[in-house]
Every structure is written in structure tokens, then in C-alpha cells.
């Protein structure tokens, strides 16, 4: 019975996405303040599972809001929950609780999502005028990338690059005059993004450096699918027919997770996430430096395609690890008889109607980074970005923000922008 408890105690639950849907209509509006009141009662209401997640989530607006120091209270609470999870759960273990549905289970950022956190908590110590503490977050930025990039570099996959990171790494470089780490941060980002690359760096020229998100990021929906556990030539295999793809997807399975094979052969629906590309709105971001519209933000870096291919490459674990969840249900209620029997059958009728899959991912981040430099005189300018759409009509104009910009540094600058 304590089985059908835990199941039952999972069912109705509303997807993450949904939950936060209210919070990303207004924060992409440009209603910040709505949507940290959003993110407020998120906060206070959510389980122990999504807390950090949604401090992440809530870390960010309040970036956009101009609360610097709240931002970092948020985003550094999640990073060192994220910090201390790391690697906790095996994938032994993973397999071992397939009962539990992944929502259930406290949310484990994946890594690219690690270095934006730190590199917003970087932005978020340059708008309080903490240097010292941007250089901090700086140095966690270089190390974790040389961690993950260390992970996926036989693969040779700019796709899974985070040049965002690197490129407001160099720029502080650049501001300590430390010119050869600035190249070799520079260079990562030629590689992917060579029009976002300054000629070289420098160490004396007066720059105003506008970075504007653009665009929505990709949200994870719950989708049913269907598949069956089958041998083939003494190996065991899950076959699926996924959204969106053509025949069947094949993939090895070992049969020892599996418990027996009674109900291989057995077709079964389960829930599966999937992630959805936002509708693009704005195409062109044109910022306007003391009152005079100075060119184009140029690609510095494209979120939503990094997350597509990350999680792709996580595809199978998590079809693999959904399938032998739901299989093992099917197997608890086939060896279940009598009421117990009768109950469980029930139970599983209707889970398998209103479950619905992990759909938690940083929701609030945009589908890509753009980026504008130019060389100005020292002190005080106002900056506006204008935004417009693939036709080039207008569409949005973000609040003006009065820059300092000290002699010889170049002067970093963040602003949300629309869908």
C-alpha cells in the first residue's frame, strides 16, 4: 500500500511551465515588478523540490528590477544548493527509485544553466558596484567552464559553448589589464561568434559595452508517448515513437533494471517532456546612446539552441528512465491481486491519464544574448535599447539607464528585453 501512496500522492500536479507561466507573460512584457510579485508567492508556496529553482527564477527579475542586492541573495541561495546536490543522485540510484517521478525529486540545474548562473551573479555584483565581488564570480565563471568544456571537448560542439560567460569575462579582464586572459576568452567566442569579437584587447580605451536579451526561452511541455520493452538477439531494447520524429527511436536498455520480462511485448503511454521554441517577436536591437540611435547588437549568444542540444544529448537517460518507471508500475499491478489488486488498477488507470513530466528548466532566461560596443568619452550617458521586428517595424524600447563610464574601462551594461 505504501507504494500506491506515493503514487497517489503525485497525481493533479501542476507542471512547472504552467505554474510559471503568469511570472514569464509578465516579466517578458516588461512588467518586472508583477513579475517579482509573482515569483514571490511562488517562492513561499513551493515544495522543497522547486524552491532553489524558483530562487533562481526570482534572482534574476529581481535583476531586472534593479535590486542588485536582492538578486544576489536569490542567485547565490541557489547556486550553493546546486552546489551541494551536484552529483548526488547516481544513476544507479536514478534507476533504483524509478517509482518516483523526476518532478518529485529536488531540481538539478544542467551545467551550461551553472555558468549563466554565475555570470548573472557577476552582472548583478557589477550593477551594486561591487567589483571585487564580480571578480569572485568571474573566477567561478573560468572554472566551471573549463570543467564543462573540459567534458565535451573531444566532441568539438560549439553548440554547447556559453560565450556570453566568456565574453563579460573578458571585458573584466580587459579592466584589469590582464590582456592575454582576455584573448583567450575572446577567441572561445570568435569561434562561434566572430562579429561580437572587439579588433583586440585593450587596456585604455573608454568603452560602453550593452548586452539585451532578446527573445523567449524555450519551455518544456509534458507530452504522451508511446513504447514497449522487447529482446532481440539475447539484448533488450525500448522502442518509442517520439514527437516530432519520423519511425521508430531504438534504444539498449539493460534488462537488469527491468525486473522480469512479463510484460515486455506490452505498448504503454507515459509522459515524456519536450521542449517547445517560444515565438520569436523581436529580431534587431538598435541601442540609442544619448538620445542618437548607434547601430546594431550583434549575436554574442544563442540560449536556446545550447539548451535544445543539451538536453538532446540527455534524451535517451530521461525517455530510458520515464519507460522503466512506468514499466514497473505495469509489473506492480500485474503482481498485485485481490482489493490491494483492484486498487492499484484503478490507481494506475488514472495515473497514467494526469501524470505529467519534469518540465522544470530556468524559464526566465531568453533565446539568445546580443551584444553592442562603442568607444565614448568618460562620465555619465544615457543608453535606451529599440527593438524592432524581422520587418523592421518598432516594437519596444527598454527604460533609459544613466552609464558612468570611467576613463579607460569599459563600462558593462544588462538590459531584459522582450519576446
Not at 559595452?209 to 524555450?218: C, F, Y
Not at 504503454?268 to 548607434?294: C, H, K, W
Not at 508500475?329 to 490491494?340: H, Y
Not at 488514472?350 to 505529467?356: A, K, N, Y
Request: glycine share 8%; aromatic share 10%.
Amino acid at each position: 500500500m505504501t507504494v500506491l501512496v506515493v503514487l497517489a500522492a503525485t497525481l493533479g500536479c501542476t507542471t512547472y511551465t504552467a505554474r510559471m507561466n503568469d511570472a514569464g507573460v509578465c516579466y517578458y512584457d516588461g512588467e518586472y515588478d508583477r513579475a517579482r510579485e509573482e515569483l514571490d508567492e511562488l517562492v513561499d508556496s513551493s515544495s522543497n523540490e522547486d524552491i532553489f529553482l524558483f530562487l533562481l527564477e526570482r534572482g534574476k527579475i529581481r535583476l531586472a528590477c534593479g535590486m542588485y542586492d536582492s538578486a544576489i541573495v536569490d542567485l547565490q541561495a541557489a547556486e550553493q544548493r546546486f552546489d551541494e546536490i551536484e552529483g548526488t543522485t547516481s544513476i544507479g540510484e536514478a534507476f533504483g527509485t524509478a517509482l518516483v517521478s523526476d518532478a518529485s525529486r529536488e531540481y538539478q540545474p544542467v551545467a551550461h544553466e551553472k555558468i549563466l548562473l554565475n555570470t548573472y551573479l557577476m552582472i548583478s555584483y557589477l550593477g551594486a558596484g561591487d567589483i571585487e565581488g564580480a571578480y569572485v564570480e568571474r573566477n567561478r565563471v573560468i572554472r566551471r567552464l573549463s570543467e564543462y568544456i573540459g567534458q565535451i571537448e573531444a566532441e568539438e560542439d560549439p553548440a554547447l559553448e556559453v560565450p556570453f560567460a566568456r565574453y563579460v569575462s573578458a571585458v573584466m579582464y580587459e579592466n584589469e589589464g590582464k590582456l592575454d586572459d582576455a584573448r583567450i576568452e575572446y577567441s572561445r567566442v570568435e569561434d562561434s561568434y566572430p562579429e561580437a569579437v572587439p579588433w583586440s584587447p585593450n587596456s585604455h580605451m573608454t568603452e560602453l559595452v550593452v548586452l539585451t536579451e532578446m527573445g523567449r526561452a524555450p519551455v518544456m511541455v509534458s507530452r504522451e508517448i508511446r513504447g514497449y520493452f522487447a529482446k532481440s538477439s539475447g539484448q533488450t531494447f525500448g522502442y518509442f515513437n517520439l514527437p516530432g520524429d519520423a519511425g521508430q527511436q531504438v534504444y539498449p536498455v539493460s534488462s537488469s533494471m527491468l525486473g522480469d520480462d512479463s510484460g515486455f511485448g506490452t505498448v504503454f503511454t507515459f509522459a515524456f517532456p519536450e521542449y517547445i521554441p517560444m515565438e520569436r517577436l523581436a529580431l534587431n536591437a538598435y541601442p540609442v546612446v544619448d538620445g542618437v540611435e548607434a547601430g546594431m547588437a550583434v549575436t554574442l549568444d544563442d540560449f536556446e539552441g545550447t539548451a535544445m542540444e543539451a538536453f538532446r544529448r540527455n534524451l535517451m537517460s530521461i525517455l530510458i528512465r520515464s519507460a522503466i518507471r512506468t514499466y514497473l508500475q505495469i509489473l506492480l499491478q500485474n503482481e498485485l491481486d485481490g482489493d490491494v489488486g483492484r486498487i492499484a488498477a484503478a490507481v494506475s488507470k488514472f495515473f497514467s491519464i494526469v501524470e505529467t513530466a519534469d518540465t522544470r528548466s530556468w524559464q526566465t532566461l531568453p533565446s539568445e544574448m546580443a551584444v553592442f560596443r562603442m568607444e565614448v568619452e568618460p562620465g555619465s550617458h544615457i543608453v535606451q535599447m529599440r527593438y524592432y521586428d524581422r520587418n523592421g517595424t518598432f516594437m519596444a524600447e527598454s527604460e533609459e539607464q544613466e552609464i558612468w563610464v570611467q576613463e579607460g574601462k569599459r563600462e558593462i551594461t544588462w538590459m531584459p528585453g522582450p519576446p
